[in-house]
């Protein structure tokens, strides 16, 4: 992709003792955490832990208040054609008047000044982009007309347009069902596999990205905590985390947190440190 | 058709022309961005500037610019966000509306210098007012072709806009004054009472026929020539009326029409969702 960078090339998000603060309260402190190609990190955490604001931190919209952050090999900045940025799926309005191909051909330098006309070469790619997401048959119909998954589909088209080495996706799957889900998982997955591309993923739940997370990012209340899943998916490690009792149960196929579990089957003092178990086969 | 020949008259078209082109450009943003009571604001305001104006300095066209620039400012200063801005501007019309009646009851001249304020009187304004129209209305066209593809951007996904690097609040702010400059130069040929005849209606007709953003642009902009020009040229014609009834007339005949036809043009677009091929 004409990355210029030597020996860091393949480096997609890099954070060096990463802190934000606002004003008393901390985020997080101390982040190191070096993200390269190919990668696909799940970043997790409660509510409130500074999982958008990292995002926000690395599209160079919050600045940190400490440390170091490249993405590309750049530090952040609006604009950065290398990154992709995959919003939450927040429903577009009934009657905007746009459709679906509008919103993914905003993908195509949007932020530029001037007129929005597309050459025949830039509308090839946006065809090519629609046709990609499986969104051909609805792309011309009004966009806030279309359902959940199908605007999700879009946001996807839109943000891959540019073919971004990073892609940064902010809870790209909440408001959808589970069949949804799966579909715009599909679509970032297999774009991760074909271009090679570091996928940042901030999720409220692991299991829908269990499968595909080759590691994990774990926020708490200033603390933090990254690793394979199979390293931060413990009870030990999450209770440290924590700092209170909490449980991980495997059910079936999914990882379920329980927090605040009144200390009863909290096997293990908060502050014992904690043995890597890899359990995940 | 004889009046056509008078340079008062062409120069009035070609400056109402202008005019509508600007409305036509803003109109969709307006639309899209929910702002058409700041439109109302601003242009009310322009009543209160353009009444200062006239007491101050005798020129209302000057004092309706000045006006309107003050509520964007004091808008973009006060509150851009949307939940804020419906409200600021209430409270900044109704102060500024019972201010420009002081101006107004302070005011010795003409009688009719009021109601020409309210109702618009292209006609009534100099040539050298003409000018200042024009100019502004190249400048307001100009600023919108340069800010025209981040300002879509910005009004139909704001949050990938600003991800993208895109200056929304920035943005927002320059707009405000653009919109300001234009409802601005709209009051002089609809009055500031009618100004969404040409600020919203063409866009809100449009918006009927096409979810196509660029042909929505287009159309708003045709809609609000063919107002504008066939307002003033219909009450050269009549005479004795004044070019706002006509203009807002025109303009929401478009919109009728719109409204029953534009069921039948946008719909059928909808098609079955399919399922992935992925």
């Known amino acids: 992709m004409g990355d210029r960078q030597t020996g860091a090339s393949d480096e997609a998000v890099r954070l060096a003792s990463a802190t934000l603060e606002f004003g008393e309260r901390t985020l997080w402190r101390d982040l190191d955490l070096v993200l390269r190609r190919g990668e696909f990190l799940a970043v997790l955490g409660p509510n409130g832990a500074g999982k958008t604001t990292l995002l926000q931190v690395l599209l160079g919209l919050e600045p940190l208040t400490g440390g170091t952050a490249l993405v590309a090999g750049r530090p952040p900045h609006g604009g950065n054609p290398h990154v992709g940025y995959i919003p939450q799926s927040r429903p577009f309005e009934r009657d905007l008047p746009a459709r679906g191909r509008d919103i993914v051909a905003l993908g195509a330098k949007g932020e530029r000044l001037g007129l929005p006309f597309a050459g025949p070469k830039t509308r090839r790619r946006i065809d090519g982009a629609i046709a990609s997401v499986g969104a051909t048959a609805f792309a011309d119909a009004p966009v806030g007309e279309l359902s959940g998954g199908e605007q999700q589909r879009l946001r996807v088209a839109q943000a891959l347009l540019g073919q971004p080495s990073v892609l940064l996706c902010d809870e790209p799957l909440s408001a959808l069902d589970v069949a949804q889900q799966e579909i715009v998982m599909g679509l970032i997955e297999g774009y991760r596999r074909s271009a090679q591309a570091a996928v940042l993923f901030v999720t409220h739940d692991i299991n829908p990205v269990l499968e595909l997370a080759d590691r994990v990012l774990y926020l708490v209340d200033g603390r933090w905590a990254a690793g394979t899943p199979a390293e931060v998916f413990t009870t030990e490690r999450l209770s440290e985390l924590y700092g209170t009792c909490v449980e991980v149960l495997r059910i079936g196929e999914r990882l379920v947190v329980l927090t605040d579990t009144a200390g009863a089957v909290c096997e293990h003092h908060p502050e014992a440190s904690y043995l890597h178990e890899p359990k995940r086969g | ?278």
């Open chain 2, 1 to 278: 058709m004889g009046y056509l020949q008078y340079p008062f008259a062409q120069h009035a078209l070609v400056a109402a022309a202008l005019v509508a082109i600007t409305c036509g450009l803003i109109g969709p943003f307006v639309v899209m961005r929910n702002m058409g009571f700041a439109v109302h604001g601003t242009s009310e305001l322009a009543f209160t500037g353009a009444a200062a104006g006239l007491l101050l300095a005798d020129n209302a066209v000057l004092g309706a610019y000045i006006g309107s620039l003050v509520v964007a400012g004091l808008i973009g200063v006060m509150g851009v966000s949307d939940r804020e801005r419906d409200s600021t501007i209430g409270v900044i019309l109704a102060a500024g509306l019972g201010l420009g009646v002081l101006l107004l009851s302070f005011y010795q001249g003409f009688a009719a210098a009021a109601t020409n304020i309210l109702f618009g009187d292209i006609f009534g304004v100099s040539d050298r007012q003409l000018l200042l129209l024009s100019a502004i209305g190249l400048g307001v066209a100009v600023t919108m072709v340069l800010i025209y593809r981040p300002l879509l951007f910005a009004s139909l996904d704001p949050e990938v806009a600003r991800g993208r690097g895109v200056r929304t609040r920035l943005l927002g702010v320059v707009f405000l004054f653009v919109l300001a400059l234009t409802v601005a130069g709209a009051a002089q040929i609809v009055g500031t009472l009618l100004v969404l005849s040409l600020a919203i209606t063409p866009a809100a007709s449009a918006q009927r026929l096409s979810s196509s953003p660029l042909v929505v642009a287009g159309l708003s902009i045709v809609f609000a020539l063919v107002a504008a020009d066939g307002g003033l040229f219909a009450s050269l014609v009549v005479g004795t009326i004044k070019p706002s009834v006509f203009v807002a007339g025109i303009s929401f005949a478009f919109y009728l029409v719109s409204r029953l036809i534009g069921p039948a043009l946008t719909t059928r677009r909808r098609r079955p969702p399919s399922p992935v091929e992925a």
